[in-house]
């Protein structure tokens, strides 16, 4: 069982092996990190025998571990939080306040209510009510049983090792926990809250948590899409991975380094944010983009004028118009209200004017997006 990993279990002798030298390339597309000012996160898409969206989202004292659509036929699936040379003890609690010791032994200690559970420095702890499994006892085995290039001894010692079941053929199944290191006691088990962050989203698609002493977002999305939480909205147009950090500083990344453009909207404080950013490319492909809000071009209502751009009437109680410099062989046009829900989307060719039925448009303040073959726009359209 390797930390981190959602798969299904297997004894030695069904263990596949690695080629000599063990290496085995990955399959997963969607699968990289973003790291500003010393906090980030990371997320792994993982596609070879389970399905599962894993994400890890990394603060000051904790890291937040998340997965969704933990799916496959395989039996006996488990996420792995952690296996490792086993301590004298390891130490739950079930109130949050007393604490359990377990030693050596041939024991599978389970439950459903773990407030933590503690071992060698680290406390993992468990926001929900899942079913979470561990061990603490004697295990041997042969590193040529994992690799042909390994050695034939055969290694004996004791093993702690932490894990949740899915069982078997789950479908869309989740888990959270958390990971706090350096933690020696029980008085900071204690006084560790999950007060201190909300898992907004856990779902197949978004996977967002947001840290209340940080004032933090950090969100995976794994498909465009928005979310909206305290006031705080953020819309993207495709899958990346993004950071707001106390309402300042946004950061970008796409994991599957394929991208060279991503939209991203963000609404704070009754203020609108824009903008079509450039990623990095070349041999930083993949790396993160930060810039402050401050630096983004806050569009208000009666800002409408866009170059190369017109929609009219502004506002809009009926039927408007979306029209184009010039003519464009394809155009993508699409329509998100104030709290960054998509309503509208459509593909247009050959034309420069598009005409529509104010009925696709929410009321208030909607964005429009439209993307031609060389260039993106975005501008605001009131429907009274």
Not at 63 to 74: M, Q
Not at 92 to 105: K, P
Not at 106 to 126: A, G, M
Not at 234 to 256: F, G, H, Q, R, W
């Amino acid at each position: 069982m390797i930390p981190g990993t959602t798969m299904p279990y297997l004894e030695n002798e069904n263990l596949p092996t690695l080629p000599q030298g063990g290496v085995v390339v990955g399959k997963s597309t969607f699968v990289g990190g973003l790291s500003a000012n010393n906090y980030g996160l990371t997320v792994y898409d993982n596609v070879k025998n389970v399905r599962a969206n894993k994400g890890w989202f990394m603060f000051d004292e904790e890291v937040i571990c998340l997965g969704s659509f933990v799916a496959g036929v395989a039996s006996d699936v488990r996420t792995t939080i952690n296996q490792c040379n086993g301590a004298d003890s390891v130490y739950y609690s079930l109130d949050g306040i007393n604490e359990f010791a377990v030693g050596l032994a041939d024991t599978v200690i389970e439950s459903t209510n773990f407030h933590w559970v503690r071992h060698d420095k680290v406390t993992y702890h468990f926001p929900n009510n899942d079913t979470i499994r561990f061990t603490l006892k004697e295990q041997s085995g042969r590193w040529i049983d994992i690799n042909n290039a390994g050695s034939t001894d055969t290694i004996t010692g004791d093993v702690f090792t932490l894990w949740q079941p899915h069982g078997d053929a789950p479908k869309k199944q989740t888990y959270a926990y958390v990971v706090v290191p350096n933690d020696t006691s029980l008085t900071q088990a204690q006084n560790y809250s999950l007060n201190n962050f909300d898992i907004v989203i856990n779902s197949d698609s978004i996977q967002v948590v947001y840290h209340k002493t940080l004032n933090m977002y950090q969100a995976i999305f794994y498909q465009a899409g928005s979310f909206t939480h305290n006031g705080v909205s953020i819309t993207v147009d495709k899958a990346c991975l993004v950071m707001l950090e106390n309402d300042s500083l946004l950061s970008l990344s796409d994991p599957t380094q394929g991208q060279s453009q991503l939209f991203v909207h963000v609404n704070k404080d009754g203020k609108d944010y824009s903008n079509n950013f450039y990623l990095p490319t070349g041999a930083m492909k993949g790396s993160t983009h930060s810039v402050a809000l401050s630096n983004i071009e806050t569009t208000s209502v009666e800002e409408i004028a866009v170059v190369g751009l017109k929609v009219y009437p502004n506002p809009v109680t009926d039927n408007f118009t979306i029209e184009l410099a010039q003519l464009e062989e394809a155009i993508n046009v699409s329509i998100y209200d104030i709290t960054g829900k998509l309503v509208f989307q459509k593909e247009y060719s050959n034309t420069s004017k598009i005409n529509l039925n104010g009925k696709v448009l929410a009321k208030g303040i909607n964005l429009i997006r439209v993307e031609t073959s060389t260039q993106i726009f975005s501008i605001k359209l009131i429907k009274e």
